[in-house]
């Protein structure tokens, strides 16, 4: 009766050892698996970047252009607005001088 219990003992024993193998294998397996898509995916991004790079440094070129022009257009209009401003200015001070003149002969 020991011997059976023994035999039983032993097969579970060694039931358990194949089932621990088939495991250690899928996680090898599955290492491997992942290495590669890490491997591919750093290519893909590699890839990604060789073509983005190009548009990239057009975009700040143009940025640079824009912000540079942006500036000069903005001093334009600044000058622009104050000589605007000094003849609104020049004009309400004309009519208001008017006003005051038409005041006078009116009395």
Same mark, same amino acid.
């Given at each position: 009766?020991? =011997? #059976?219990w023994?035999? *039983?003992?032993?097969? *579970?024993? $060694? /039931?358990?050892e194949?089932?621990l193998?088939?495991?250690r294998t899928r +996680?090898?397996? +599955? #290492?491997v698996?992942?290495? &590669? *898509?890490? +491997?591919?995916l750093r290519?893909?991004?590699?890839?990604?970047? $060789? #073509?983005?790079e190009? @548009? #990239?440094?057009? @975009?700040?070129?143009?940025? @640079?252009?824009l912000?540079?022009?942006?500036? /000069?257009e903005?001093r334009? &209009?600044? =000058? =622009?607005? %104050? /000589?605007?401003w000094?003849?609104? %200015? %020049? =004009?309400?001070? $004309? &009519?208001?001088? $008017?006003?005051?003149?038409?005041?006078?002969q009116?009395?």
């Amino acid at each position: 009766m020991e =011997s #059976r219990w023994k035999k *039983g003992a032993e097969d *579970g024993l $060694e /039931s358990l050892e194949d089932e621990l193998k088939g495991w250690r294998t899928r +996680l090898d397996e +599955l #290492r491997v698996q992942a290495h &590669l *898509g890490h +491997l591919e995916l750093r290519d893909k991004l590699a890839e990604l970047g $060789e #073509r983005l790079e190009p @548009a #990239r440094e057009k @975009a700040e070129t143009r940025l @640079a252009a824009l912000a540079k022009n942006g500036t /000069s257009e903005a001093r334009i &209009l600044a =000058s =622009s607005l %104050r /000589s605007g401003w000094q003849e609104v %200015r %020049r =004009s309400h001070a $004309e &009519l208001v001088e $008017e006003a005051r003149r038409r005041e006078r002969q009116a009395r």
